[in-house]
């Protein structure tokens, strides 16, 4: 079923990402305490027990947030399998970007219907007060996926007929 090297990268990132995602989500809420850093390395990487009921930095659509992102997260995710299944056999680091974007998005889904509290955050990075957003496993999976998807669409050769004609090449004015 899983033949090709390209098929077997997506699941197995996207299942061991999603996989990481819940479990240790599962074990900083059985282990840390709500709103309370709890020093990993200094002061710069943190665990920190919180809950997002918005999306990204927070962002919300207020009480209809929960249902609006994880529709949206369910498209994407429909959009996503579909893109890996029409990629050539050889788009390994297209199919593990994708791996790793789908199962973020799959693990903070899963928060958003398992609990009204929103999505699982644990991960606080930063020096003082000048810290990053708190996030998670699945967070970082779809980080990392979209900016190798970022550096695979930037070295892609642009067609040449996709290229615009040059100033100088275009016909003189009628």
Do not use: C
Not at 102 to 115: F, T, W
Request: charged share 15%; no cysteine; aromatic share 8%.
């Amino acid at each position: 079923m899983f033949s090709t090297l390209r098929d077997r990268l997506f699941v197995s990132l996207a299942l061991g990402v999603l996989a990481g995602d819940l479990v240790t989500k599962r074990i900083a809420e059985a282990t840390l305490p709500l709103h309370q850093p709890q020093p990993v390395i200094g002061d710069v990487l943190r665990w920190t027990l919180t809950y997002n009921t918005g999306a990204a930095m927070n962002m919300h659509f207020g009480p209809s947030s929960r249902v609006v992102f994880s529709l949206i997260a369910l498209v994407m995710i429909g959009i996503i399998v579909k893109m890996w299944r029409g990629l050539p056999a050889n788009s390994t680091w297209l199919a593990a970007a994708l791996g790793m974007i789908v199962a973020g998005a799959a693990g903070n889904l899963i928060d958003r219907l398992r609990s009204a509290r929103g999505v699982v955050d644990f991960i606080d990075v930063g020096i003082g007060s000048a810290r990053f957003w708190t996030f998670n496993v699945a967070d970082s999976g779809v980080t990392v996926g979209a900016v190798i998807l970022a550096i695979l669409t930037w070295r892609e050769p642009v067609a040449p007929d996709a290229v615009s004609p040059k100033d100088d090449d275009a016909p003189p004015p009628a």
